[in-house]
């Protein structure tokens, strides 16, 4: 009788330990469109951008999201899991806040002829860390009119609260200072 309790008891630890893995998974928030990219194409078309490529390192590839725990070790989440792969969210969300921040611009994720600027970025940190901050960080190269313009970014960020959902929106939000940080770029151009 004891064993038939002990194996039951060991039935439901397992039971419930199984049902403890709940994935959640995780979009950047792309800011509203403004009114802007729903006029016609007349007040548009005076500088077009074609945001070629936002590429990530393989550690932060993969589905899981990226956490910090020293200063040499990294983890990947198993259960807190990007809802699409990060570099297309990056890309996207690029595209919506550079649409957004640059009037006049047309910013598309296809090229869009031959007088475009292209824009390319490697992000080489999008995780959180130990001590309560979000890493943002990588470099960017711009072909202007036959010149390249490579600017790196390193942007650190402190989170408010403990959490992934908390992680997520500080992350989207220093990837949103970087949008406006080469929107500025972009509007130094001639």
């Not at 403990?162 to 972009?186: F, R, T």
Request: proline letters at 5%.
């Amino acid at each position: 009788m004891k064993k038939s309790a002990l194996i039951i008891v060991a039935l439901l630890l397992t039971a419930c330990s199984s049902s403890g893995d709940n994935k959640s998974y995780y979009q950047l928030p792309s800011p509203p469109q403004t009114a802007v990219q729903a006029s016609t194409g007349q007040s548009q078309g005076n500088h077009q951008l074609w945001v070629e490529q936002v590429s990530v390192p393989d550690y932060l590839a993969g589905n899981g999201v990226v956490y910090q725990t020293t200063d040499v070790q990294y983890v990947i989440a198993n259960n807190n899991l990007w809802a699409s792969p990060l570099d297309q969210q990056l890309r996207n969300t690029l595209v919506a806040n550079l649409s957004n921040q640059l009037p006049g611009w047309v910013v598309a994720s296809q090229p869009l002829g031959s007088e475009q600027d292209t824009l390319n970025v490697t992000v080489t940190g999008f995780h959180g860390r130990y001590d309560g901050r979000v890493i943002v960080s990588g470099e960017w190269l711009l072909k202007h009119q036959g010149q390249l313009i490579k600017r790196p970014f390193h942007i650190e960020l402190k989170q408010q609260q403990d959490g992934y959902d908390e992680m997520v929106k500080m992350l989207a939000q220093g990837w949103q200072q970087e949008a406006a940080s080469i929107a500025a770029q972009l509007n130094r151009l001639p």
